[in-house]
């Protein structure tokens, strides 16, 4: 299933796809955003914004707005523990 | 003189540099800002072996050498520019072993520039907690370097550490990968049209965003033959790059390193969801507001009241022990005082930051960034801008200088312009001291007015900030990149040697930075007080004995004479029915005697005191003023403390003190209380210091700009005398106009 970062929910793990050029900032690819990665969704901040992910290992916050515009191919359900 | 080696530390936030440094400095070490911009630079000296020594620089964490902030555009600017005085002959990358891979990247980019490079594994205690093991002599091979394995926290590995840095001769300088790949004919043109400069270097220089500092770009201008690329393409080709040397790390790491997947990651997960949790998170978060708070406003009391008798005796002591003189009054009255009232803030302040330290040092400012930032958004601020403006109550310098790491230019303005009317410790002794004399002693709801009062100062402060950020988002018209990453450290227990750092330094550029200028302003009012040029100033004293022979003490003195004698008559006599003292009639006529000359030389002491200062300089500007005060409530004593302290707010209530009491004995400080409370003004012949003129000062002091010190901190921070002068005049106008309708409406 495709979706966004944005799309995903707490514990979902998902992986990077191909990003278009210059979508993203410089520093959001250092962070370790590349096509590729796994990322997981760690926390949703009270207000349903920002997020918390876990890209490549870096723990890293960013806002929906941004999350939406990283392409992701999920590769698992979320966990039901919550 | 030995030679010294140039050592910079380099690595992304949060890996341990500071605390590398602080291993290799202990207290060696300075802290300042690099000339011409406020990025603190920290540097100390570090003895290694055979009587070298090494000059140690703390550069501003970076994630890679693409910079997007003014800190990370000095990390770059002094490892490009060779002939900065601060470049290394070697660098020393920190890495976090728990984040190997992406810390890694800054590594590669910095050996491309070819400067001998150590690596740092920092954090070398979690590797068996987290399952981490690597291979250090093949890492070693494949990145071309040599390694230290640290444990900053066990301080192991510093020593492998200071042998590298001696040998740093006979490190490699080779870089690690070859980026023309990712664009061959673009970087061979480069090489021919520059052909003695480093290719990577100017690969940077042609890519930065950001530059402040003035980076080599002139390099390229001069030759103008040469095409760049058009802005998107660049980025196109950043991307490529940080893809090249990902792909570069993630092949050495399969060799080398190993994470056991199952070893303990719950510890962060558990704590997260306490921390980040849509209840408990506010909670918490209110909780050590709250703690914070109370050490400020509780715990502060104690050492500061130890300070503030330490400084009355020493400058009792100086004026009993030297000659009476010039000197001596300047030393007791200007240069004690003075220093005592700069010493007293600093328990707060420490209180402050140790708390600050403490947070930031266990990971958990992150959450609270994390917390707040939705909160934030509709003023045109974001997450982190709530540190700067929580550390504005204890004081707007070091606040204004916190809102460094903000990257967004715009929303960096917006927080340090409002920063400011949040309440600063300095207020507290203005507001404390004018509560305690206006606002009644009843309670609502179980919380005393005054305590209510101060309360709704601090939210005013804060409300004030919100309000002003919200139209400044709306007036201001910068165009700024708007992106938001913030890193989530791990948790972990604070490292007690870097908040006791931490601590002493903030407070020390406290006292120095602020000290400087209320020593000053301590002093000229001195003199300012204590020196005229008219004849009834020279004559003073006889003047006002003429008037106490032929019209007696003034009325408040008398009625407060014969209040405190009738209270030691009744005492007096209580005692003798009590058979407390043994003693006739004549005895305790003769007692009362002596306390009526005593009582009345006293109160003739004060009187000529104020008739000095009256005609004294300054009480011929406070008159000069008093015009324009006297709308809002205020007397001429008044307006010249308003005046002074524009320097800073707290210097009000020590101009007050001089100002009631110069040549009195000051037991303790609720005299200067009373006699606040005693001042009745001359023309209404009601107390100066009454609800409408209490509320008037406590809102003027809310809202003004009362502080040059923050004012120079914004113009360094800014860059530019316009802020500041916007700052101040839209503050101080704003004030005036809200207590003016404050005193209207209530007197
Ligand atoms: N467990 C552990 N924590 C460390 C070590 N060195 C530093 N830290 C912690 O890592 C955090 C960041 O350290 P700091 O020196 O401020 O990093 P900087 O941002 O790179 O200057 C602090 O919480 C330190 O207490 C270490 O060797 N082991
Ligand atoms: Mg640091």
Known sequence: MDGTVAHLKRGQKAIIKEIADGALPIKLLELGCLPGNSVELVQVAPLNDPIYINVNGSHIAIRRAMAALIQVTLTEEAQTEQ | ?747
């Open chain 2, 1 to 747: 003189m030995s030679k010294q080696i140039n050592v910079a530390l380099i690595g992304n936030p949060n890996t341990g540099k500071t605390s590398v440094f602080n291993q290799l400095t202990g207290l060696k070490q300075k802290v300042g800002n690099y000339p011409g911009i406020t990025v603190e630079k920290k540097e100390g000296v570090c003895k290694l072996d055979r009587g070298v020594k090494a000059h140690i620089l703390d550069l501003p964490g970076t994630y890679s050498l693409n910079t997007t902030s003014l800190d990370e555009s000095v990390a770059v600017e002094i490892l490009l520019n060779k002939k900065d005085k601060n470049h290394p002959d070697v660098a020393v990358v920190v890495c976090d072993v728990e984040n190997l891979k992406r810390n890694l990247l800054l590594f590669t980019q910095i050996k491309d520039l070819r400067i001998p490079t150590i690596l740092v594994i920092n954090m070398a205690d979690r590797m068996s907690r987290s399952g981490i093991s690597l291979d250090i002599p093949l890492l070693e091979e494949k990145l071309d370097t040599k390694i230290a394995l640290v444990s900053t926290r066990n301080a192991t590995g510093i020593d492998r550490l200071k042998e590298l840095i001696i040998g740093y001769q006979t490190l490699s300088a080779n870089p690690n990968i070859d980026p023309s790949v990712i664009a061959p004919d673009y970087f061979k043109k480069l090489e021919e049209t520059f052909p003695e400069q480093e290719r990577y270097k100017l690969w940077l220089v042609i890519t930065q965003d950001v530059n402040f500092m003035p980076i080599e770009k002139q390099l390229i201008k001069d030759r103008s033959s040469f095409a760049t690329k058009s802005k998107s393409e660049l980025k196109r080709l950043q991307q490529k790059e940080t893809i090249l040397r990902y792909q570069f790390i993630n092949g050495l790491l399969k060799e080398t390193y190993r994470v056991d997947r199952n070893a303990a990651k719950g510890f962060r997960a558990g704590l997260d969801k306490v921390f980040t949790h849509k209840i408990f998170g506010y909670l918490i978060f209110f909780l050590i507001l709250l703690a914070i708070f109370q050490a400020i406003y509780g715990w502060s009391k104690y050492p500061q009241g130890i300070i503030e008798d330490f400084f009355a005796m020493a400058s009792e002591w100086v004026k009993t022990t030297l000659p009476p003189g010039v000197f001596t009054e300047l030393l007791a009255e200007g240069i004690l005082s003075g220093i005592g009232g700069i010493v007293v803030f600093v328990p707060q302040i420490a209180f402050l930051f140790l708390f600050i330290a403490l947070l930031e040092e266990t990971g958990y400012m992150s959450r609270v960034v994390f917390l707040m930032d939705k909160l934030m958004r509709p003023f045109g601020l974001s997450g982190k801008s709530v540190v700067p403006l929580i550390s504005g109550t204890a004081c707007a310098i070091p606040a204004v200088m916190a809102t460094r790491t903000i990257e967004n230019w715009k929303e960096r303005l917006i927080t340090i312009l409002v920063t400011p009317f949040t309440t600063c410790s300095a207020r507290l002794p203005v507001y404390l001291i004018i509560v305690a004399l206006v606002i009644p002693e009843g309670r609502f709801l179980g919380l005393s007015y005054q305590a209510l009062t101060l309360m709704l100062l601090y939210l005013l402060g804060f409300g004030a900030a919100i309000v002003s950020a919200m139209l400044l988002n709306k007036v201001l018209k910068i165009k700024s990149r708007s992106f938001f990453v913030i890193e989530m450290p791990g948790y972990k227990a604070p490292l007690l040697k870097n908040v006791a750092y931490t601590v002493w330094e903030k407070t020390k550029s406290f006292v120095v930075g602020a000290g400087k200028i209320i020593l000053a302003i301590a002093i000229i009012l001195w003199f300012l007080g204590s020196n005229g040029f008219s004849d009834d100033f020279e004559n003073a004293e006889n003047i006002v004995r003429k008037r106490i022979a032929t019209n007696g003490l003034s009325e408040f003195n008398a009625l407060a004479m014969a209040d405190s004698l009738a209270v030691y008559k009744k005492a007096l006599k209580d005692s003798v029915q009590k058979k407390v003292y043994r003693i006739g009639d004549t005895a305790i006529s003769d007692s009362l005697k002596l306390r009526t000359n005593e009582l009345t030389r006293q109160a003739t002491n004060q009187e000529i005191a104020s008739y000095r200062l009256e005609n004294s300089y300054m009480g011929h500007l406070g008159k000069v003023i008093a015009p324009v005060v006297r709308p809002l409530g205020y007397d001429w004593k008044i307006g010249i403390a308003v005046l002074t302290s524009f320097a800073a707010r707290e210097v009000f209530v020590g101009t007050l003190a001089t100002i009631y009491s110069v040549g009195s004995d000051e037991e303790n400080t609720d005299t200067i209380t009373q006699r606040m409370g005693a001042e009745i003004d001359p023309i209404t012949k009601k107390p100066v210091f009454n609800l409408a003129s209490g509320i008037s000062l406590l809102l003027f002091y809310a809202f003004a700009m009362q502080c040059m010190s923050t004012l120079a901190v914004v113009k360094r921070e800014t860059n530019s005398w316009k802020w500041p002068a916007l700052q101040l005049v839209f503050m101080s106008v704003f004030a005036y106009l809200v207590a003016l309708a404050a005193y209207q409406l209530l007197s």
